[in-house]
Structures are given as structure tokens and as C-alpha cells.
């Protein structure tokens, strides 16, 4: 089974999932595929978002000296505030460029494939054109032609687990037909919104009983299951599960529960990774594990978070592994207790979802 790990490249101002973690300390015998984070489009090109960039994937794709098993894959992201996915598609000649450039551009700097993190197509619906759906669909179609070229490269693509996101952003009979795999977000499902001012699980991996309608649909199980009814082939579906949390800041100390009004972001911003979700526990804040959701919470005066510890990683991975899908992907490798604090191990969480996959 697939081990796929994302790599964020540090960045100076950016959110907390994005941690310092230098190249030399990532462990190149801990994943089966490792996706370097972000680069973009710029003037029908693939690019690195910054300069030094360059030298970065350099200390990466170098991690294939010392394990030539593993597969380095360049991720190309965008989002609202991006305009490279949206402009780029409505051309066909861009389109058609951009791949011959993309394919290039992979080979020169030693990567084994691209990942598409568009976030999302046509998505949200009163922002985006409905044509991007389709547009999305022929960009994969003209990469799929150019990357499987000889020598072949993998082509993957980041999905959404919402229903609303999926109906809207993808064709998958189309996209099914090009992409290598499918990397499903299993995480964000909730986050403070002023519209829904309530706590909850960032990864549930099963659904709560109280939860009714669309609140019933957001936890991996329910994700993965409507992405194989719409066409998906579970062959090709990487389940996507979380080392970073989500915070949130109570309106009251003394309701803590799941499901809790909140004012606000919490701590750090609304994320949290592992270790200072461990932090967070060791200065005294109270730890609960959701029976139902298969996931643990925690709260310290006004102070919530959503987090992953190894009992969820474990359940969650033993899931998959027991449902068939292609393997497991985590976002980040930054976000992982990849120093060891506390408990003396190095990636801790991805360690525990080594040792599954691995296991008989």
C-alpha cells in the first residue's frame, strides 16, 4: 500500500502547517511517495513559488540516493486567492504548452511525477465558473498525454471530501480514465466559521449519532464511500488523514463538548500541529476521545482543539488497510512530531502508519 507523505515547504508567513522542517531531517525510508509543497503557474509554466525553491527540491529529490524506492512528486497549488488554475484552464493552447512545459520542468529538476492541489474547481459556487469542472477534466486529459510520454511520470491529483465540493468541482468517469492516483483531503471538515460558530472534529473518521443530513456526511468514512459511488476505482484512492488539529475558542470555559459555541479561531491561529497539540496536554488541558467519531479533543479554559494522536492514526489506518483502498496519505510531514518531543520519537504519527501498512 501507498505511504504518501506532503512535504510543505517552509515558508516565513504562512500557517502552521508549514513548519520549519529542514530536508536533512526528513527520514527518506519513512514514506513510499513524498509530494514536495507548492509550486505554481506563471505565464503558462510550471514554477517554483520562490526562488530558492530551486535548491530545495534539489535536497529532496537527493533523498532518492539513499532510498531509490521512493517517488518524489512536485505539488502545484492554488486556491481563491490564485489565479493560475482559473486563467490557465480557459486557454487550449495554454493548456496544451503547459504540459510539454510541466513535463520539462519535472525531468530537469529529477521528479518522479506532478500532484495537482486545485482547490477547488468551480468551487465556491459564487465565485467560480461552473466551466471549470470541464476545463479541469481536459488540463488532467493534456497532462496525463505529455507526463506518460517515455519515461513515464505519475500524475495525482488532491481531492474534496465534501458532497457540495465533489458534485461541483469534478467530472470522475473523465478524471479516473487519466490520474495515477487520487489523494482524498480527509480533514477540514471542521473548521470555525461566523455561520457555524460551533467545535468539531477536523478528521472524524465515522459520523456522530446526533448528526443528521449534512452534518452525517462529514468524516472520512462517508467521503470515501460517495467518491466510489460516483465512479471512483478504489485502486486509485489514497484515504488523505491529518497530523495537524484545529482550534477553536469557547464562548463559555465551562461547555466543552463537541459541538460547543465558540467566539473564534483558538490557539495559534485556528491550527495546531502535533507537538503543540502534546504541549497543549502536557500544561494541564483536559483530554477526551470521541467514542462514536474515533477521534480525540481537548480543552483548557476557553481553549479547544480537534487533534490526532496514535490511537486515531492507528484506527483510521487499519480502516483503510482493511476497506482496500490504495493507501494513506498525510498532510504534513512539518506538522508531525518529526523532532521527537516529548515521547522520544521521531514522526511519530507517520511512524504508526508505517508500521500498519507494513504489518501482516
Given at each position: 500500500?501507498?505511504h504518501?507523505?506532503y512535504y510543505?515547504?517552509?515558508?516565513?508567513?504562512?500557517?502552521?502547517?508549514?513548519?520549519p522542517?529542514?530536508?536533512?531531517?526528513?527520514?527518506p525510508?519513512?514514506?513510499?511517495?513524498?509530494?514536495?509543497?507548492?509550486?505554481?503557474?506563471r505565464e503558462?509554466?510550471?514554477?517554483?513559488e520562490?526562488?530558492?525553491?530551486?535548491?530545495?527540491?534539489r535536497?529532496?529529490?537527493d533523498?532518492?540516493?539513499r532510498?531509490?524506492?521512493?517517488k518524489?512528486?512536485?505539488?502545484l497549488?492554488?486556491g481563491?486567492?490564485?489565479?493560475?488554475?482559473?486563467?490557465?484552464?480557459?486557454?487550449?493552447?495554454a493548456?496544451?504548452?503547459?504540459?510539454?512545459?510541466?513535463?520539462?520542468?519535472?525531468l530537469e529538476?529529477?521528479?518522479?511525477?506532478?500532484d495537482?492541489?486545485?482547490?477547488?474547481?468551480s468551487w465556491?459556487?459564487w465565485?467560480?465558473?461552473?466551466?471549470e469542472?470541464h476545463?479541469f477534466?481536459?488540463?488532467?486529459?493534456?497532462?496525463?498525454?505529455?507526463l506518460?510520454?517515455?519515461?513515464?511520470?505519475?500524475?495525482?491529483?488532491?481531492?474534496?471530501?465534501?458532497?457540495?465540493?465533489?458534485?461541483?468541482?469534478y467530472?470522475?468517469?473523465q478524471l479516473?480514465?487519466?490520474?495515477?492516483?487520487?489523494?482524498?483531503?480527509?480533514?477540514?471538515?471542521?473548521i470555525?466559521?461566523?455561520?457555524?460558530?460551533?467545535?468539531?472534529?477536523?478528521?472524524?473518521?465515522?459520523?456522530?449519532?446526533?448528526?443528521?443530513?449534512?452534518?452525517a456526511?462529514?468524516?472520512?468514512?462517508?467521503?470515501?464511500?460517495y467518491w466510489?459511488?460516483?465512479?471512483?476505482?478504489?485502486?486509485?484512492?489514497v484515504?488523505?488523514?491529518?497530523?495537524?488539529?484545529?482550534s477553536?475558542?469557547l464562548?463559555?470555559?465551562?461547555?466543552?463538548?463537541?459541538?460547543?459555541?465558540?467566539t473564534?479561531?483558538?490557539?495559534?491561529?485556528g491550527?495546531i500541529?502535533y507537538?503543540?497539540a502534546?504541549?497543549?496536554?502536557?500544561?494541564?488541558?483536559?483530554?477526551?476521545f470521541d467514542e462514536?467519531?474515533?477521534?480525540?479533543y481537548?480543552?483548557?479554559?476557553?481553549?479547544w482543539?480537534?487533534y490526532?494522536d496514535s490511537q486515531s492514526?492507528s484506527?483510521?489506518?487499519?480502516?483503510?488497510k482493511n476497506q482496500?483502498?490504495?493507501?494513506?496519505?498525510?498532510?504534513n510531514?512539518?506538522?508531525?512530531?518529526?523532532?521527537g518531543l516529548?515521547?522520544?520519537?521521531?514522526f511519530?504519527?507517520?511512524?504508526?502508519?508505517?508500521?500498519?501498512?507494513?504489518?501482516?
Open positions: 500500500m501507498l504518501v507523505c510543505a515547504i517552509p515558508r516565513k508567513c504562512s500557517d502552521n502547517t508549514m513548519k522542517l529542514p530536508v536533512e531531517d526528513i527520514d525510508f519513512l514514506c513510499t511517495h513524498l509530494i514536495v509543497a507548492f509550486a505554481r503557474i503558462n509554466s510550471l514554477v517554483p520562490n526562488e530558492n525553491d530551486i535548491e530545495v527540491y535536497k529532496v529529490t533523498l532518492k540516493k532510498n531509490p524506492d521512493l518524489i512528486l512536485l505539488s497549488g492554488g481563491l486567492s490564485d489565479g493560475g488554475f482559473p486563467n490557465l484552464v480557459r486557454d487550449p493552447e493548456i496544451v504548452q503547459f504540459a510539454a512545459r510541466t513535463r520539462e520542468f519535472l529538476n529529477c521528479f518522479d511525477g506532478l495537482l492541489d486545485w482547490e477547488f474547481p465556491p459556487v465565485k467560480r465558473d461552473k466551466c469542472k476545463l477534466s481536459e488540463l488532467v486529459r493534456h497532462l496525463h498525454d505529455s506518460k510520454l517515455e519515461p513515464p511520470l505519475l500524475l495525482t491529483v488532491a481531492v474534496a471530501g465534501p458532497k457540495s465540493i465533489i458534485d461541483r468541482a467530472e470522475v468517469h479516473v480514465k487519466y490520474v495515477d492516483f487520487f489523494f482524498l483531503m480527509g480533514y477540514d471538515y471542521h470555525f466559521w461566523p455561520y457555524l460558530p460551533f467545535t468539531g472534529h477536523n478528521a472524524p473518521l465515522l459520523k456522530r449519532s446526533g448528526e443528521k443530513l449534512y452534518f456526511t462529514m468524516n472520512i468514512q462517508w467521503s470515501s464511500s466510489l459511488k460516483k465512479g471512483m476505482e478504489k485502486e486509485k484512492l484515504i488523505g488523514i491529518p497530523t495537524f488539529g484545529r477553536w475558542r464562548m463559555n470555559s465551562s461547555w466543552h463538548s463537541v459541538g460547543s459555541p465558540a473564534g479561531q483558538g490557539m495559534l491561529n491550527i500541529s507537538s503543540e502534546m504541549e497543549f496536554l502536557k500544561e494541564g488541558a483536559e483530554q477526551y462514536e467519531s474515533r477521534v480525540p481537548a480543552s483548557r479554559n476557553k481553549d482543539i480537534s490526532e492514526i484506527e483510521k489506518v487499519q480502516w483503510i482496500g483502498f490504495a493507501g494513506v496519505m498525510t498532510w510531514l512539518n506538522c508531525d512530531n518529526w523532532a516529548h515521547s522520544g520519537k521521531k511519530e504519527l507517520n511512524h504508526v502508519i508505517k508500521d500498519i501498512l507494513s504489518g501482516d
